[in-house]
């Protein structure tokens, strides 16, 4: 006889629940994180498809989906061209301006002595130290803070197959660029807030200096022993006006002048004949991958609580 309402216990027991269906259910997260571990696999089951598997279940789950994403990498390294193509005829304009902005913006930079870490040995020292850039480089910045944050958000894309990578990479762009448009419309100066705090407190420390105008084109500063000469203007009534124009909301919005257009899904791909790109081959490295990271030469192991370190320890013969 046939019972609509139970009234026994939730039994997370089912034999049914093959690797196939845990599968079926985790595709998606795997594949967006290739190395999730077994074990939370295991521990996510219970809470979203209420039973309980083997952790040798969620291995061949794991594998299954890692046997699909092998050939969906042979599959999309054969549509890269396909995919350059779509990129061309809907990004033209883009395209030319972040070719502008790649090439000839580091190619400015490299003349002005903005060099990279390469050309520390090949440039002099009047080029890349920081002492010697002359009044052209607007920015004392040396180091490569934007390329280490671009490849920290890129951490999560970098696992995944290759157009899967690129697109979540275009995808992040494509917002970027609408977040810091809405992001510059909101400053109330002519410059953003990052400027407006280290503009500031260069303002609290020319307070100490002195100026002494000669009554026509020229002045002098002074504080304590130093002393300088230079032009001075009585029509400058702000000192915002010695801001370089580099700093202006306008010079910020050129940069994000030149948005990333949407385009097309595979299916309206158009086939080129182009030779087909092969992926790489997949070579497994021998022994355990290691997990630890490398410790530097003189950073301390981390000791279990309780226990002390033996060095520096004097071992005498008894």
Same mark, same amino acid.
């Given at each position: 006889?046939?019972?609509?309402?139970?009234?026994?216990?939730?039994?997370?027991?089912?034999?049914?629940?093959?690797?196939?269906?845990?599968?079926? #259910?985790?595709?998606?997260?795997?594949?967006?994180?290739?190395?999730?571990?077994? =074990?939370?696999?295991?521990? =996510?089951?219970?809470?979203?498809?209420?039973?309980?598997?083997?952790?040798?279940?969620?291995?061949?789950?794991?594998?299954?989906?890692?046997?699909?994403?092998?050939?969906? #990498?042979?599959?999309?390294?054969?549509?890269?061209?396909?995919?350059? #193509?779509?990129?061309?005829?809907?990004?033209?304009?883009?395209?030319?301006?972040?070719?502008?902005?790649?090439?000839?913006?580091?190619?400015?930079?490299?003349?002005?002595?903005?060099?990279?870490?390469?050309?520390?040995?090949?440039?002099?020292?009047?080029?890349?130290?920081?002492?010697?850039?002359?009044?052209?480089?607007?920015?004392?910045?040396?180091?490569?803070?934007?390329?280490?944050?671009?490849?920290?958000?890129?951490?999560?894309?970098?696992?995944?197959?290759?157009?899967?990578?690129?697109?979540?990479?275009?995808?992040?762009?494509?917002? =970027?660029?609408?977040?810091?448009?809405?992001?510059?419309?909101?400053?109330?100066?002519?410059?953003?807030?990052?400027?407006?705090?280290?503009?500031?407190?260069?303002?609290?420390?020319?307070?100490?200096?002195?100026?002494?105008?000669?009554?026509?084109?020229?002045?002098?500063?002074?504080?304590?022993?130093?002393?300088?000469?230079?032009?001075?203007?009585?029509?400058?009534?702000?000192?915002?006006?010695?801001?370089?124009?580099?700093?202006?909301?306008?010079?910020?919005?050129?940069?994000?002048?030149?948005?990333?257009?949407?385009?097309?899904?595979? #299916?309206?791909?158009?086939?080129?004949?182009?030779?087909?790109?092969?992926?790489?081959?997949?070579?497994?490295?021998?022994?355990?991958?290691?997990?630890? =990271?490398?410790?530097?030469?003189?950073?301390?192991?981390?000791?279990?609580?309780?226990?002390?370190?033996?060095?520096?320890?004097?071992?005498?013969?008894?």
């Amino acid at each position: 006889m046939f019972q609509d309402e139970h009234h026994c216990s939730v039994s997370f027991k089912n034999k049914m629940v093959t690797a196939a269906m845990v599968t079926q #259910h985790f595709e998606a997260t795997i594949k967006d994180h290739p190395k999730m571990k077994l =074990r939370e696999i295991q521990r =996510r089951c219970p809470s979203e498809i209420h039973v309980n598997v083997t952790i040798d279940c969620c291995y061949r789950a794991k594998k299954i989906v890692k046997e699909k994403m092998a050939g969906n #990498h042979k599959e999309e390294f054969g549509s890269l061209w396909d995919y350059a #193509h779509e990129l061309k005829s809907k990004m033209l304009g883009s395209i030319k301006k972040w070719l502008f902005k790649g090439w000839l913006l580091p190619k400015r930079a490299w003349k002005m002595g903005m060099g990279t870490q390469l050309s520390v040995t090949i440039k002099s020292l009047q080029r890349w130290t920081r002492p010697f850039l002359g009044t052209t480089c607007k920015s004392d910045i040396v180091d490569n803070n934007l390329c280490e944050a671009f490849n920290s958000s890129i951490v999560e894309a970098r696992f995944k197959s290759i157009i899967r990578m690129l697109e979540d990479i275009r995808t992040k762009m494509m917002t =970027r660029i609408v977040q810091k448009k809405k992001l510059c419309n909101g400053w109330k100066q002519n410059y953003g807030p990052f400027v407006k705090a280290k503009f500031d407190a260069n303002k609290k420390v020319c307070v100490e200096w002195q100026l002494i105008w000669n009554g026509e084109n020229g002045c002098e500063l002074r504080k304590g022993s130093y002393q300088y000469t230079g032009p001075k203007s009585k029509d400058i009534a702000s000192p915002d006006e010695y801001l370089h124009e580099y700093y202006h909301i306008d010079t910020y919005k050129k940069v994000d002048s030149f948005p990333m257009q949407p385009i097309n899904g595979p #299916h309206d791909w158009e086939k080129t004949s182009i030779e087909l790109v092969l992926p790489p081959i997949e070579r497994k490295m021998p022994r355990r991958p290691k997990k630890n =990271r490398r410790m530097a030469k003189d950073e301390q192991k981390k000791l279990k609580p309780g226990h002390l370190s033996r060095k520096g320890l004097l071992m005498a013969c008894t």
